[in-house]
């Protein structure tokens, strides 16, 4: 078998993988991707596409367990627990119960805000000097509101915005259609984020991949990770896989909700749940929203691209192995309608669905495990990974090189979980 060096390998090629590739490249650092099945055909593929420092609220919050107890059950609601004994997902609910709490929530609030806010113009800046051809669009995101249930969430996501210096600002019904004549006259107001903006997932991470193609660096696809192996001062030194062995000096753990999975071996507890969340995309419809749209009630996103249209959202812990519910494909159709006067284009839509790797603080883990100083996660994203990737891919390339950080990295370190350090 091959005996391969870099001086990185980065396990997983998803968003956040390539994104740190990318800036570990740049540092001067020569760069292996391993992903053990096709580049950007993860979580990263039929997402929303929100690159959204509007959504830095964090998910645990003070009122989300009430909410969540009324959805937990119904298997059409936009959060779904499937029925099963699987005490990894209890322990990870009492965290996350313990993280509904107001003093973590502005905690996970700040930490979320400052990662989100960097990225969105480090996404900017990559997408323009790489000129990555993926429909990347700033033109903000408006969330739209039935109720006054739906209003009142709406203005305190505004306040908490603006409490971090995110702008953000509080619409009524005729403000809203008048900016976008696709909504219905149902639609009662809403809240506008002006930062936000949308790329169409699979093009960005197909235009990575072939940037970081052209630049030198490697990507092994197909590639099942066999073991570990380290060194006497405790270092991983290489890690062996059925297409060869690959020696390196540093390692990135970025293989989103397999994060746990693929570093099996290690024996390290990491709290990475699978969200699953679902997608409908179609042609344009008519009329075609302008401007990506959050249906505050229902949770649901529609995105416009001027290649076509996308219903996506919902949440669901089932499992990482579980097929997906043909129920829940029809409420992201049934959550849009009310709000938009065509909900989704005209033809068979594309369906899709795929795993957020959730973690019980909505925080990602990006840092070095306290025994494995080589050993870097870049993974736990939530369902932000897209919003959140270009600036992990900094924030990895800047600690592992001992360089000055761009923003202060302890909020993600994965030593806040007792069971990724052992002992
Ligand atoms: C319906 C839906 C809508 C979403 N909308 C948005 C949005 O609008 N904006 C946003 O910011 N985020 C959104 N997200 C979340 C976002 O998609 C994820 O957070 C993000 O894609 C995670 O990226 P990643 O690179 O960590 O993981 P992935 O893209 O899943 O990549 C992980 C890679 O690791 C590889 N891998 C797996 N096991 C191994 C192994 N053992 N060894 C090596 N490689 C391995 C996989 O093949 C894969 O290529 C959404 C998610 C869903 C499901």
């Given at each position: 078998m091959a005996r391969n060096k870099t001086d990185v390998v980065i396990l997983g090629a998803g968003a956040v993988g390539l994104s740190c590739a990318y800036f570990l490249h740049r540092a001067g650092l020569s760069v292996q991707l391993l992903d053990s099945?096709?580049?950007?055909?993860?979580?990263?593929?039929?997402?929303?596409g929100l690159i959204t420092?509007?959504?830095?609220?964090?998910?645990?919050?003070?009122?989300a367990m009430k909410k969540a107890l009324k959805w937990l059950?119904?298997?059409?609601?936009?959060l779904h627990v499937r029925p099963r004994l699987d005490p990894a997902l209890a322990g990870w609910m009492l965290q996350f119960a313990r993280n509904c709490d107001a003093k973590e929530t502005s905690r996970i609030m700040a930490a979320k805000a400052a990662l989100l806010t960097s990225s969105r113009d480090l996404t900017q800046k990559l997408i323009e000097k790489e000129k990555l051809?993926?429909?990347?669009?700033?033109?903000g995101l408006m969330s739209v509101c039935l109720t006054d249930q739906g209003l009142q969430d709406a203005e305190e996501v505004v306040a908490l915005l603006q409490s971090v210096g995110i702008d953000a600002s509080l619409v009524d019904g005729d403000q809203a259609r008048e900016a976008e004549?696709?909504?219905?006259?149902d639609v009662i107001g809403g809240a506008w984020f002006p930062q936000d903006a949308t790329l169409r997932p699979d093009r960005f991470t197909s235009e990575l991949n072939w940037a970081l193609h052209n630049k030198g660096v490697a990507l092994q696809e197909d590639c099942q990770i066999k073991a570990f192996n380290f060194g006497p001062s405790g270092r991983l030194e290489s890690v062996f896989t059925d297409r060869g062995t690959y020696e390196s000096e540093i390692f990135i753990?970025?293989?989103?909700?397999w994060t746990p999975r693929a570093l099996e071996k290690l024996k390290m507890k990491i709290p990475i749940q699978a969200g699953m969340g679902y997608s409908l995309t179609t042609k344009r419809?008519?009329?075609?929203?302008a401007f990506p749209l959050l249906m505050?009630?229902?949770?649901v996103v529609a995105t416009p691209w001027a290649s076509g249209y996308r219903l996506g959202g919902t949440m669901e812990?089932?499992?990482?192995?579980a097929s997906p519910n043909p129920k829940r494909f029809l409420a992201l159709i049934e959550g849009a309608r009310d709000y938009l006067i065509e909900p989704l284009g005209k033809g068979q839509p594309e369906k899709w669905h795929g795993y957020r790797p959730m973690t019980p603080d909505d925080l990602p883990l990006i840092g070095t495990p306290a025994h494995i100083e080589n050993l870097c996660f870049a993974a736990?994203?939530?369902?932000l990974g897209m919003s959140m990737a270009v600036g992990t891919g900094r924030l990895v390339a800047e600690m592992m090189t001992g360089r000055q950080t761009h923003i202060d990295p302890a909020p993600y370190s994965p030593g806040r979980f007792k069971g990724i350090n052992p002992g």
């Open positions: 099945g096709k580049a950007g055909q993860g979580a990263s593929l039929g997402n929303c420092p509007g959504h830095a609220p964090p998910v645990c919050s003070p009122g059950f119904k298997d059409t609601a936009p051809d993926c429909e990347f669009s700033d033109t004549p696709a909504l219905s006259s753990a970025a293989a989103g909700v419809p008519e009329p075609c929203p505050q009630e229902t949770h812990f089932a499992g990482i192995d736990g994203h939530n369902m």
